[in-house]
C-alpha cells in the first residue's frame, strides 16, 4: 500500500505549484509541439502543389518527380525511429530544432535548382530527414513522456498538427505557384519550419523532471491504483503485454518512459527493431500502416492535384479541396484519439481502413472539371479518415511493447512511408504509362480492404503466445 506521504507528494509533483499556476506543463509542451508540428508539415502539400509548374519549366516527367517524393518519404519513414531514439538519448528539443531547420535549409535551396538530380538531394534528402525526424513519431514521443492519461487525444491533436499545416500552407502555396511562381511558395515553406525554432527553444521541455513535476495525470495513477490497474486490463484487449498483476513482458520497462542510459541512439532503435520484429502484431500493425501510407501521402498527398489537372480542374481548385482535407482531418483525428481512449483500437482501425477503400473505389467517378456535392462528400470523408489511423495504432504499440513503444510506432511508421513511397513512385509510372490514374485508384482501394482484414484480425494473445526476449 502507498504511504500516505508519498501519495501527497506525488500529488503535489503532478499538480501545479501555486495558485497562480492552473495549467500543467504538459499542455504548454504540447501547445509547442503542434506549432512545431504545423511548420515541419508545410513540405507535404508542396508536391502535389508544385508538381506542374515543374514539369512546365524543366519539361520534367512525372516519374522524375515522383522518384523525388519518393526518396523523401523513404527518408521520412526510415529517419523516425532513429529519431525516436535521438530524443531519449539528447532530448526533444535540440532533435526537433535541427529539424526544422534541415526543412528550411532544404526548401529554400530549392529555389536554385535546374536540374532533375538537384531536385531529387534537396526535395528528397534535406527535406526527407528533417520530416523524418519531425514525423508522427514525434507526437507519440511527446505524449509517452509528458502525459500518464488522456494519451489517446493528445496524440490525436498532436497528429492534426500535420493536417493544420496542410491546411494553412496549401491555398498560400497554391496562388504562390501561380504567381510569382513556384519558388516563392518554396519560401514560404522554409520560413514557415524556421519560424517555429524560437518557440522550441524556449518553450519545448524534454520531461517532467526538467520542470519539477510528474506527468500529466500522474498524480491520480498513483492516488487510484485499483483503477489503473482495471485500465491496464482493458488495454489487454488490444494486445497488451500486460499479466494480470500489471507487469510487463521481459525486456519492457513499466514506467511507460524509456532509459536514457542508452550509449547509441541508433543501436537502440535497432535492438527494438529486434525485439519488435519476434511480435506478429508488429508486423500486423506495420503492414497495415504500409498500406495507409500508401493511400493518403503517397497517392491522395502527391497526385491528386495532377490528377484533378487531368479531368481540368484548376489546380488551385484542387488544392482548395485538399485543404478541405487537412480542415476534417484535424477533426477526425481528434475524435480518432478520443475514441481509441474508449474503445478497442483494433476495431477502429478495421472501421477506418475500409471507409477509406470504399472512397478511394468512387473517387475516378467523382474527378471532373468542376467540382459537384459528390466530390465534396468524399473530401468530407476523407478527411476524417486522413490520418485517424494514428492514435489506435500508437496505443496498440504503447499497450504492446511498453517503454520501447515510442521507437516502435517509429519503426511502424517507416513501414507508412515506405508504402507511401512505393505507391507515390508506382503512381506516377501508371500515369506515364497510361495516362491516368484509374489503376493507381483501384489498387489502392483494394489494398485498403487488405488493411481492414489485417488489422481486425490482430489477436490480444498475440505477445503472449510469442514473448519478447530479453535483449
Known amino acids: 500500500m502507498t504511504p500516505p506521504e508519498k501519495t501527497v507528494q506525488a500529488k503535489t509533483a503532478g499538480a501545479p505549484t501555486s495558485k497562480g499556476r492552473r495549467l500543467h506543463p504538459a499542455w504548454i509542451v504540447a501547445a509547442v509541439a503542434f506549432l512545431a508540428l504545423v511548420g515541419a508539415a508545410g513540405f507535404r502539400a508542396a508536391p502535389g502543389v508544385l508538381m506542374v509548374p515543374l514539369q512546365e519549366e524543366f519539361g520534367w516527367s512525372t516519374t522524375v518527380l515522383s522518384l523525388a517524393v519518393s526518396i523523401n518519404l523513404v527518408l521520412f519513414g526510415l529517419t ?47 527535406i526527407g530527414l528533417g520530416t523524418g525526424s519531425m514525423a508522427l513519431v514525434f507526437a507519440a514521443t511527446i505524449a509517452n513522456t509528458w502525459f500518464a492519461k488522456s494519451r489517446g487525444l493528445v496524440i490525436g491533436i498532436l497528429t492534426a498538427g500535420s493536417a493544420a499545416g496542410q491546411l494553412v500552407f496549401l491555398p498560400f502555396i497554391a496562388a504562390l505557384a501561380q504567381n510569382p511562381g513556384w519558388r516563392g511558395a518554396s519560401l514560404l515553406i522554409a520560413a514557415g519550419a524556421l519560424a517555429v525554432v524560437p518557440l522550441v527553444l524556449r518553450w519545448l521541455r524534454n520531461s517532467p523532471a526538467d520542470v519539477g513535476v510528474l506527468p500529466y495525470g500522474a498524480e491520480k495513477a498513483v492516488a487510484r491504483e485499483p483503477r489503473a490497474h482495471a485500465a491496464d486490463t482493458q488495454a489487454a484487449d488490444a494486445g497488451s503485454t500486460t499479466t494480470p498483476d500489471s507487469k510487463p513482458v521481459a525486456g519492457v520497462a513499466s514506467t511507460g518512459t524509456a532509459t536514457k542510459d542508452s550509449a547509441n541512439a541508433a543501436v537502440r532503435a535497432l535492438q527494438v527493431l529486434k525485439r519488435a520484429s519476434k511480435v506478429r502484431t508488429f508486423w500486423a500493425l506495420a503492414a497495415g500502416f504500409a498500406i495507409c501510407g500508401a493511400t493518403t501521402n503517397g497517392l491522395i498527398g502527391t497526385h491528386f492535384i495532377p490528377s484533378a489537372h487531368d479531368h481540368g480542374m484548376p489546380e488551385t481548385t484542387a488544392a482548395g ?148 526476449p530479453v535483449a
Open 80 to 126: 523516425a525511429p532513429f529519431a525516436a531514439a535521438l530524443m531519449e538519448r539528447f532530448g526533444i528539443r535540440k532533435v526537433t530544432s535541427l529539424a526544422l531547420c534541415l526543412i528550411g535549409l532544404g526548401s529554400a535551396l530549392t529555389v536554385f535548382v535546374n536540374q532533375s538530380w538537384q531536385i531529387l538531394l534537396t526535395w528528397g534528402l534535406l
Open 321 to 468: 479541396l485538399l485543404a478541405v482535407v487537412g480542415i476534417f482531418d484535424i477533426v477526425g483525428t481528434i475524435a480518432s484519439g478520443w475514441l481509441t481512449d474508449r474503445f478497442n483500437p483494433k476495431v477502429l482501425l478495421a472501421v477506418y481502413y475500409q471507409f477509406r477503400g470504399i472512397g478511394l473505389l468512387v473517387l475516378p467517378l467523382l474527378l471532373g472539371s468542376t467540382v459537384e456535392p459528390s466530390m465534396i462528400i468524399f473530401v468530407v470523408v476523407y478527411g476524417l479518415d486522413w490520418v485517424a489511423t494514428v492514435p489506435p495504432t500508437a496505443a496498440i504499440c504503447r499497450s504492446v511493447f511498453g517503454a520501447d513503444g515510442s521507437v516502435v510506432f517509429g519503426w511502424v511508421f517507416a513501414a507508412h512511408q515506405l508504402g507511401a513511397a512505393v505507391a507515390a513512385l508506382l503512381a506516377g509510372f501508371i500515369r506515364d504509362a497510361t495516362g491516368h490514374y484509374n489503376y493507381a485508384w483501384l489498387g489502392a482501394a483494394a489494398m485498403c480492404t487488405v488493411a481492414a482484414v489485417i488489422s481486425a484480425t490482430i489477436r490480444k494473445d498475440a505477445v503472449k503466445k510469442e514473448p519478447v
